[in-house]
């Protein structure tokens, strides 16, 4: 049973910081990507950042600079550092895996989400 939990989400006041956490668990063959996306009340939802395997990132336009992904590969773990905070970035975060379970097709996992809070 493989499955991604996310943690770290909260309340903090714009410039500050937050340190988000997403671990993958379970009979993993394989992990191709790793990532975040968010989504905003009324908004579609939309790519933050992502690590694949080789250790490639992709950054949305409106983090660049500002968010920085990491990973933790013997702990199957990726972070997020989020520094500067905007209101704007005020939204639900859910981690992301694109993973080979063993015995199984590959395909997209999602954690259940938490939610960032950035008050002006």
């Known amino acids: 049973q493989v499955q991604v939990v996310e943690s770290g989400g909260g309340l903090v006041q714009a410039g500050g910081s937050l340190r988000l956490s997403c671990a993958a668990s379970?009979?993993?063959?394989?992990?191709?990507?790793m990532g975040w996306y968010r989504q905003a009340p009324g908004k579609q939802r939309e790519l933050v950042a992502i690590?694949?395997?080789?250790?490639?990132?992709n950054y949305g336009d409106s983090v660049k600079g500002r968010f920085t992904i990491s990973r933790d590969n013997a702990k199957d773990t990726v972070y997020l550092e989020m520094n500067s905070l905007k209101p704007e970035d005020t939204a639900v975060y859910y981690c992301?895996?694109?993973?080979?379970?063993?015995?199984?097709?590959?395909?997209?996992?999602w954690g259940q989400g938490t939610r960032v809070t950035v008050s002006s």
């Open positions: 690590i694949t395997s080789g250790g490639s990132t």
């Open positions: 379970g009979s993993i063959s394989s992990i191709n990507a």
């Open positions: 992301y895996a694109n993973i080979r379970p063993m015995d199984l097709r590959t395909r997209d996992y």
